[in-house]
């Protein structure tokens, strides 16, 4: 509103007051107010003889205006569509013997118009560009199933969107799982061979390891180690059964027997005073006994390389034989072998007993109350197994107690490990005694319950 409107406003209003009495009864009054731009309107008409006077249009943009007189009838001004802000006290303007006040109440909205179209409305998921263009997905607010991930074209393809999509945790920025175990954790056009993400090689290099590299070998459009493949060991297309996997002579059985077929070893520490040097120890038995030259490392399951340090998933793979010293309530691998079936024996810890039963049938092999567990006694297992979805072979070791916990890696060393060309069992459950008092495992403090493979 300009001065000058908002002087000829003031001046009305004055001489409006002046004139009130005569006004509002003269049968002269105007019959009709002038038009307000927004807001509220009000007349104040004759209270006698007279047209009745007309309320405040509705203004443009600022929704319907109402105007009421004491003898006059309701305006209603349909606005069009948009939001016009509107604020302050108000405008006034004189209006014969009547005064109408626009008054603003910050921001309106308009009422009329018409409706607003969805420029989405023909997609069937509701999605599309500003110019209406149906599309798959917004990289921004990615809903790509999973195994995929929303490209710059608006599209979903194969890859990892996150960590999340990729059993090791770790998605690249190329959308690459790092450890992949199958296609689905590569972004195309890559695929997985040997757990890494690469491209593939052609038919032509079948048999060969042209487009593959040293140490790999093209097999169905994947570089792969025939070493230690569960689908092309030693050779493009010859697989080994689920009761074996890949080691250096071929497919061989899923048995302590087989453990020297492994060129390398991890051991996963958890921290844990009682687990950490007995890990080390089992690992360095397989160094000192095996004839095959073993690389022996160790690393934290807390950093995502041999397993996802979230969840615990192995994904070493088939080339490298993880050690696991402990059970499942600080091992993150142990946990998780044991709450997916895929250990041979598991640990069960109930209100009143220590319990160890066979994973696949869910028979007791062995218990103890919790009150006879101690420093000096405790039940133990051995295991070795493997994880089929990314072919990880694990050894694991473990008691309920640190006591338990050594006692099952004194039983590999000293009865296992020497025996190894021989060991044709997968798992052995024990029970553990002192008898010396010095809170070590002996030969003589050991009993074997049950043995399976």
Known sequence: MSRSDFVRGFSGLLLASLWVGTACSSSDAPTTAPEADAGAGTAHGGASAGAPANGGKGGKGAGSGAGAGSGGRAGAGAGTAGAAPSAGAGTMTMAGAGMVTTAGAGPEAGSGGEPAVDPCAAC?????LPNGQCVECFPSNDQCPTGTYCSSANTCIAGCKNGDSCASGVCDANHDCQSCISDQECGAPHVCGA?????SCSAEQEGGNSGCGTGLTCCSLHCVATLNDQQHCGACGTACANTQFCGQSGCVANQ????????????ILDGQDGDDPTGRAIGQSLVDRCASSQALREVSQTVADALNPTSGRPVSGSDELMVIAGGNFYQHAANYLVANTIAPVSNVATQDSFEIHNSSTGALIASEPVSSVSDAHDLFAVQFMREASSGSLILN????????????AFYFQQSIAPNLATATKAWYVGEWTDKDADLEPDADELTIIASGG
Not at 195 to 199: H, L, R, T, Y
Not at 397 to 408: C, D, E, K, L, R
């Open 256 to 267: 302590f027997s087989s453990l020297c077929q492994i060129g390398k070893i991890v051991v």
């Open 124 to 128: 069937d998921n509701g999605l599309c």
């Open 195 to 199: 757990g890494q993400c690469a491209s």
């Open 397 to 408: 070791a473990y008691g309920f107690t640190i006591g338990g916990t050594a006692a099952a």
